[in-house]
């Protein structure tokens, strides 16, 4: 059952508010729309890219019907906050993981290795703030930060290590709130800079160690010239 779906049967739909994140997929601010209801845009934790429960507390009014948090890069969200938001003001909560967009290989490996090689970047990347480490993290992407510092550094450091011969992407261009059809005039101060300052870089378990020292090298070679605002 899609997400509409499960709203529908629950009895969300006109006049009815639906609390969701800006950063990532538009298709569950699709999905609300197409049941009636209206998306309304919180905003995210620094660390972990997933909806804030006290930014959910903030948005919540009299039609506000349900909350859908979405797992973010396989950092989990905070559902036992956003649970106890939803039970204070009545509400669905609803969880989802988001669809990946795959480097090539990027599944390969296996869960495990996956968090091992994950580690292993984490200890040695520097100039960049590395993904935290949490519970239940499946690193599906592996996401760093590089603070622009007023300028666009997360775009030359992409170009840069694009020309080392080592692939990224950024993993949300634009927030929602800020596209075609969803347009609103709302602050979403971490959910802007997150989409200014992430970067996906390529991880999957059966990287080799030679392939991560590589990806590293890349990486660490830049680092003294885009220095990090921490």
Known sequence: MGTAEMLRAAGVGAGDEVVVSAFGNAEVAEAVMRTGALPVFADI???????????????????????????????????????????????????EHEPQEEFPGELAGGLEQRRVNAAYLSARLRGVETPVAVQGHTYAQYVVRVPGNGRPDRDAFARAIRARGVECRVPVKVPVHRMPGFRRDVFLPETERAAQETLALPLHGSMSRRELQRLISACNTLGGLLQAAF
């Not at 989990?76 to 509400?91: F, Q």
């Open 45 to 95: 934790e620094r660390d972990g890219y997933c909806l804030d429960a006290a930014a959910v507390d903030a948005v919540v009014s009299a039609r506000t019907a349900a909350v859908i948090a979405v797992h973010r890069f396989g950092h989990p969200a905070d559902m036992a906050r956003l649970h106890e938001v939803g039970r204070i003001h009545g509400l669905l909560v609803l969880e």
